[in-house]
T-cell receptor
Framework: EAQVTQNPRYLITVTGKKLTVTCSQN?????MSWYRQDPGLGLRQIYY???????DKGDVPEGYKVSRKEKRNFPLILESPSPNQTSLYFC????????????FGEGSRLTVL | SQQGEEDPQALSIQEGENATMNCSYK?????LQWYRQNSGRGLVHLIL?????REKHSGRLRVTLDTSKKSSSLLITASRAADTASYFC??????????FGQGTTLQVKP
């Protein structure tokens, strides 16, 4: 089954404790992206990747890092989480940088205390 | 930066009625897409309309695009309780970025 898988789905952590949210897709997609969703603000793009080893900042990259060492994986790293990073995070992928629909993961709800 | 702005923010209708949601955007686009999100779940793609298309249908969905006004609308006909969800437009610029609006929350009452 074609899917985008995120882990963990739920996480409560404390300020400053590094964490990684993993994202994996099994559709051989070139393009992957991370979004955060907050009430009243819609979805905002954090980082995206056009292909392996190519990443670029979205609209709200501060406090986040990403890497794209292999095509299927695109982890989101919070080096020193802060309470304002409490949010619902979505990973998404699509076939190419300029083509078609995005396929979304089920989301990771992160709470930073 | 938010590209798409949706209107209304919330919509409540009775089952069987039609629901119309509008999206306005600011810059030139390659295509415009509509997504649906059930509460707290991942977004699901509904329909894509290219910049050279004016109207597109998919089942009970009808999407229009007016590039001169930089606006799009999503019409759901004969709505069902199961259509209750949030709906987002997303503009696909030729940069590889897909930018989402804030969404319209639709409630369909049985």
């Amino acid at each position: 089954e074609a899917q985008v898988t995120q882990n963990p789905r739920y996480l409560i952590t404390v300020t400053g404790k590094k964490l990684t949210v993993t994202c994996s897709q099994n559709m051989n997609h070139e393009y992957m992206s991370w979004y955060r969703q907050d009430p009243g603000l819609g979805l905002r793009q954090i980082y995206y990747s056009m292909n392996v080893e190519v990443t670029d900042k979205g609209d709200v990259p501060e406090g986040y890092k990403v890497s794209r060492k292999e095509k299927r994986n695109f982890p989101l790293i919070l080096e020193s989480p802060s309470p304002n990073q409490t949010s619902l995070y979505f990973c998404a992928s699509r076939g190419g940088p300029l083509t078609g629909e995005l396929f979304f993961g089920e989301g990771s709800r992160l709470t930073v205390l | 930066s938010q590209q798409g702005e949706e209107d209304p923010q919330a919509l409540s209708i009775q089952e069987g009625e039609n629901a119309t949601m509008n999206c306005s955007y600011k810059t030139s686009i390659n295509n415009l897409q509509w997504y649906r999100q059930n509460s707290g779940r991942g977004l699901v793609h509904l329909i894509l309309i290219r910049s050279n298309e004016r109207e597109k249908h998919s089942g009970r969905l009808r999407v229009t695009l007016d590039t001169s006004k930089k606006s799009s609308s999503l019409l759901i006909t004969a709505s069902r309780a199961a259509d209750t969800a949030s709906y987002f437009c997303a503009t696909d610029e030729n940069t590889g970025k897909l930018i989402f609006g804030q969404g319209t929350t639709l409630q369909v009452k049985p």
